[in-house]
């Protein structure tokens, strides 16, 4: 019994010992100099020698008293924000943030992308937490994975840096304690007291040290979208926390900025729950930092609410005065490469670069810049070639993520007709009722292998276009999904089937239902018969699938199938007849398939796609206009509007024999989006022109009068 009492009594102290946060060292006045440099040891003055301790309370006092934020982030972080001096617009971002966290308040930072926002947000709710000004803040992101990024470069922080280290030096000694080990937090104790720590994937909880501020503060990371109900409490007191510190940075991103709904959706959720995690007894303190992608996101609609006080700063404050050299001369030679040469893009930048140095001055007269250190040393001279270079390859970007300023961008550049237009561009008839103007009723299906997208639509002969209905077979219930989480699909309705026999049993009851004559009514209540089914083939896949449907079951069903020629092919209004064609329209050519024998309609999907894009920019209600059904729920035509942008769309041109130069509108499909009821739009107003109609601004053919017998012979008699 001895023997097995004093084991336990040895791995009670080996424990215990393991549990105990050693006594922490203060870095030396050497060390951190080192650390931090020479100039920033400059700005602190004189705190002791070389080989003494850092005056702890010497340097706290310093940073959280007398010289702020800024002083903390220009010193304390060599390799991050410290690394360059900070520009005007930064420093001024930076006042903002401290001014917030000392005073509260709802501010939000508009800044360029690559300026340090991120970097500059998480070391500024460290500032907040080790001076004692904030309890429990949270950092928002857009994602849980750069949530838990962000959250690990504080934990290395605090764990690592001989600089927060001299601040709070107990406080970084236990964290790095149980850095390696984060199993000891439970019973971590510094001089005989626990310590209270808790350091998970999404949060942290600093360890409560005698005598230093900040012990017991509280730091969640998380995405914008699980901000809801957030609720703490303290293991030692068993008080409620609230969030005091509110930092969303950049919470909606570059592929998100897009869309209204998800823009809806982000700002209700700062309404309805993150403006008020804070409570009541505290004025909590909030700072967005953000770029602008787009007009009308997030961004764009926050910096709008008088509530929010907004400062906003831009990459080029000024242009150049020479534009005309800028846009000449050293564009040439930046873009002017030889495509075919391997290494052509490196060497036109390193010539751009020469041309730049030798006309600095007369290239940089009137220009000015935010930040003068934001440039690749490596590619460019200075700031303001940077800035330029980014304005020159690509105007959109430069617009949006380096002037915060999206509705600068040239309107030439880009025809789509935006989404904030799109989903208020409704005819005053409801679903299902076909309107006033049209007397042609269309039905495009898209088919993919879990899912068919259709829309039907109602035209006019002047190819005036109206949606009336969109919906998916099997059909969805909420308004707004993509097809990775749509809820019901084929192996829902047709389990057990071949993915080509799905397709089949699924066509053949939506198709039921769309020639039901009960389906689709004029105003009056009389119904509406579809006068052409479309179904596309473009994506090859269930090419024989298609068609054999197609050729087996009755009514006007056509297969589809759209291309894209490019600029350097022969537009399809301009080609020779083929062999197989059995009739031509505009941009568009009914062929008999070969291996099917089925006829076919082959069609130009970027003629098509512009078409339907000008139609939505038209005024509705006049011709070639294109609307949508009116609908009470304003986030109805979300999920359309979305579809219909995400496709970018560029012009683009060849030079054919005889120095010829021809050109076409481009649509690049962005792999990010779905796209599918653009498809079925732009389908629906390619089966319009196959049903008759045509535009009025574009003249037509006479058509050569067939005589009749009786008429030949009236006119030689």
Known sequence: MARGQKQRDYEFRQSNERNAVPDPTVPTCAELREYIGEDAWARIGTIGSDDDPVDTYELRKRYFALGGLTLFLSDGFPNSTSMKPFGPGQLRAIDVIESVIRNGGVEQSLEPRAFGKSSRVARAAIWALLGGFRRCGTIFQS???????????????????????????????????????????????????????????????????????????????????????????????????????????????????????????????????????????????????????????????????????????????????????????????????????????????????????????????????????????????????????????????????????????????????????????????????????????????????????????????????????????????????????????????????????????ALTDLVKFLQNSSSYSYEDGTPAKIDVIGIDTSDGDHFDTIHAFCRNNPGKLIPVQGIAPSASETPMNARKKGKSEKKRGDHWVEKLAPRTKQRYVSYDVGYWKTKLHEGLRQPIGTSESVSLFHAENGRTHDMTADHCNSETVAWTTATKENDVTSGCWKWTHQPSKDNHIFDNLTGCMMLLSYEGGSFASIPQKKKRKRWTVEELKKLSG
């Not at 390696?180 to 040290?209: A, F, V």
């Not at 020469?354 to 290239?363: D, I, M, P, T």
């Not at 490596?378 to 980014?390: F, T």
């Not at 292998?449 to 006019?460: E, K």
């Open 143 to 505: 994602s849980e994975p750069k949530a838990v990024e962000t959250l690990s470069k504080i934990k290395n922080e605090l764990a690592g840096s001989p600089f927060l280290r001299a601040l709070s030096p107990g406080i970084c000694a236990a964290v790095k304690h149980i850095t390696h080990n984060p199993g000891l937090s439970k019973r971590q104790h510094y001089q005989d007291e626990l310590t209270n720590i808790q350091w998970l994937k999404g949060s942290i909880r600093l360890p409560d040290i005698l005598g230093e501020t900040g012990g017991g503060a509280r730091l969640l990371v998380m995405p914008f979208s699980k901000a809801a109900g957030i609720s703490l409490s303290d293991p030692i007191t068993l008080e409620d926390l609230r969030p005091d510190l509110l930092l969303p940075d950049d919470v909606q991103s570059h592929d998100d900025c897009g869309s209204p709904r998800i823009t809806e959706k982000l700002l209700s959720i700062w309404g309805g729950s993150v403006k008020y995690l804070g409570g009541r007894g505290k004025t909590p303190a909030t700072v967005f930092t953000q770029t602008i992608f787009e007009c009308e996101d997030m961004a764009d609609k926050l910096s709008k609410d008088p509530s929010i006080h907004t400062v906003k700063y831009e990459f080029l404050e000024s242009f150049p005065d020479e534009m005309d050299w800028w846009k000449g001369p050293y564009r040439q030679t930046l873009l002017g490469y030889d495509q075919n040469d391997p290494e052509g893009q490196s060497k036109a930048r390193e010539a751009a670069n020469e041309l730049y140095r030798k006309n600095q001055k007369k290239a940089d007269k009137g220009a000015k810049v935010s930040w003068e250190h934001a440039y690749d040393e490596e590619s460019c001279v200075s700031a303001i070639q940077q800035a330029m270079n980014n304005f020159l390859t690509d105007e959109v970007a430069f617009w949006a993520q380096d002037q915060n300023d999206p509705s600068k961008v040239v309107p030439e550049g880009d025809i789509r007709c935006p989404t904030s237009r799109i989903v208020k561009k409704m005819h005053p008839e409801p679903r299902s009722i076909v309107p006033e103007f049209a007397n042609r009723l269309v039905c495009h299906i898209d088919v993919q292998d879990s899912l068919l997208y259709y829309a039907v639509c109602a035209g006019s002969s002047s190819m005036q276009m109206g949606m009336i209905d969109r919906q998916t077979f099997p059909p969805q219930k909420q308004h707004y999904f993509t097809l990775r989480q749509a809820h019901i699909k084929f192996d829902e309705c047709c389990p057990g089937l071949a993915t080509k026999d799905q397709i089949t049993a």
